[in-house]
């Protein structure tokens, strides 16, 4: 009975003929004792559900508030009223599920997103978080077509690991040890050999390194799943839990991988943009009303969907590091002391205000930085000619900054081995990396777009936090 309803979003592209239908959704508003307006979660518009005067009795119409679940039978039929082409003249009106108005949460009013958060249980019955989520599923799904078209993998890396990829951020440790009764070495260190795995293990930071291994078999793989950082920082562009896109390519240099990483972004942007368009255009007017409160030179210079346009018909910036240090050094900015991390010459780390200064401020667009100074870059970065650089490269993006982080790895087992000694990384745990160096090594790169930080930059929603249905982040993993 239940999956002969139609999708209100398909429904409203009928043209109106009489047609027998059942829809389900939920209430979102209730005008009169006659209007419906029934929602259910295909899309942002709802669908106007007409009730005959008289027709229905009392003791039905006091259980149509805001949020009860409905089934509704009914024939489609053109509207009179404005604003939409077609209602539901409702021949019959059954409550599924009542809601108590008095204290259901999400009134038919504005919200603020923070508290919204508050309720995210609640939080995907608004529109904001309808066409966030919608798009966010989208770029999801273009992402898996991306890459099968291409002929990747798709590869699943064990959430549960025993090393640390990056040394990137502060690890999530797993551990079925008792916790006020930890059993210790005699130089007083934990003895994992008593724990579930015999060993420390923590929650996965990056597929990488056995993406890498999977890339030396079968050519070109790609990861999509969630990683880990305990990292303690309240940003809006960090969570604790987020998901990972990690391609690992073999026979890829460093050009090759931003080509492809380019490709990717400007794919997945394009496919939000033709098939969310519905929902864009909601979040684009969604993002002009909050700008609103800001003043003029906070406001973004591009519309959302303008911005979106504008990535997909312009080249992204490619420029060095020490170019980016340079620029840097020149500006406005630096000389006026208005960064909160001085300038202080090559070998720095850029911070996200420098990220965000070189794509807001000079380009004005997509920039792609590569062969940063090793000593800022992990141990795996395949060492350039000056000695002094690796084949790194970051992207990034205007209002969010980094969202990928890639590099051509070093396929040389030497050099790997002479690095990882200078970064004291332990062979021993890794040997089956350097494994790879030895039986048939091949030049290979790859990178990780974290996808919430480009479900952010598609939807400009301001907080990563708005982007991802329970975050977690410190103190915080409710729902
Ligand atoms: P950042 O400097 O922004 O902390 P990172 O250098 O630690 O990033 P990588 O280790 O290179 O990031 O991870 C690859 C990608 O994963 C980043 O480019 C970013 O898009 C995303 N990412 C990293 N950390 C987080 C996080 N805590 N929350 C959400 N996305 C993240
Ligand atoms: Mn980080």
């Known amino acids: ?17 009489n047609q027998k239908v059942s829809v389900m959704g939920w209430v979102r508003t209730f005008r009169n004792d006659q209007f419906i307006a029934l929602n259910d979660g295909s899309t942002n518009k709802n669908l106007q559900v007409v009730l005959e005067l008289g027709k229905f009795d009392n003791e039905l119409l006091k259980r ?27 021949t019959s009106v059954e409550i599924l599920g009542d809601s108590d108005p008095e204290k259901y949460p999400l009134q038919p009013k504005k919200h603020s997103l923070e508290f919204l958060r ?25 992402i898996h077509e991306f890459f099968n078209d291409r002929g990747f993998l798709y590869m699943h890396t064990p959430i549960i690991s025993a090393s640390d990829a990056e040394g990137a951020g502060e690890l999530f440790h ?16 934990v003895n994992f050999n008593e724990d579930f795995f015999q060993r420390s293990t923590n929650l996965t930071v990056s597929g990488q390194l056995e993406a890498e291994l999977g890339a030396t078999a079968f050519g070109n793989v790609y990861t999509f799943g969630p990683t880990f950082r305990a990292e303690n920082s309240n940003t809006a562009r ?6 990972m896109i990690e391609p690992e390519m073999a026979f890829y240099d460093l050009e090759d991988n931003m080509d492809l990483a380019e490709d990717f972004i400007k794919y997945i942007i394009k496919y939000a ?17 909050e700008e609103k409160q800001l003043p003029l030179e906070k406001r973004n210079e591009m519309k959302l969907l303008g911005k979106l346009e504008f990535v997909l018909q312009h080249q992204f910036e490619r420029i060095t590091y020490t170019e980016a240090i340079d620029i840097l050094t020149e500006s406005n900015y630096n000389k006026k002391k208005k960064f909160q991390f001085p300038i202080t010459g090559w070998g720095m780390d850029l911070q996200s205000e420098h990220e965000r200064y070189l794509v807001e401020k000079h380009f004005k667009k997509p920039v792609i930085i590569r062969n940063y100074p ?11 000619d000056d000695g002094k650089t690796v084949a790194a490269m970051d992207i990034l993006v205007p209002g969010i900054g980094e969202i990928v982080g890639g590099s051509q790895r070093e396929e ?4 790997l081995e002479q690095r990882m000694k200078e970064m004291n990384i332990p062979e021993k745990d890794l040997w089956w990396y350097l494994d790879i160096r030895r039986y048939g090594t091949v030049p290979h790169a790859g990178f990780g777009l974290g996808f919430e930080r480009i479900v952010q930059f598609v939807t400009g929603m301001g907080n990563i936090r708005d982007v991802i249905a329970f975050p977690r982040t410190p103190g915080n993993a409710e729902f």
């Open 273 to 289: 943009v033709d098939h969310n368009r519905e929902d864009l255009e909601f979040l684009t007017q969604r993002l002009e009303e």
């Open 64 to 90: 149509i508030t805001t949020s009860a679940a409905l089934k509704v039978d009914g024939v489609v039929i053109p509207s009179p009223g404005k604003g939409q082409k077609l209602e539901i003249k409702a």
């Open 118 to 142: 508050e309720i995210a249980h609640l939080r995907f019955r608004t529109n904001t978080f309808g066409s966030v989520f919608r798009v966010r599923h989208a770029l999801a799904f273009a």
């Open 412 to 415: 040389r087992l030497d050099k």
């Open 374 to 384: 090793k000593e800022i870059k992990a141990f795996y970065m395949r060492q350039n």
């Open 174 to 189: 797993v551990t079925t040890l008792p916790l006020n009764n930890v059993p210790k070495n005699e130089d007083g260190s």
């Open 238 to 243: 960090h969570l604790a839990e987020f998901w």
């Open 1 to 17: 009975m239940f999956n002969k309803r139609v999708l209100i979003k398909n429904l409203l592209n009928l043209e109106p003929d």
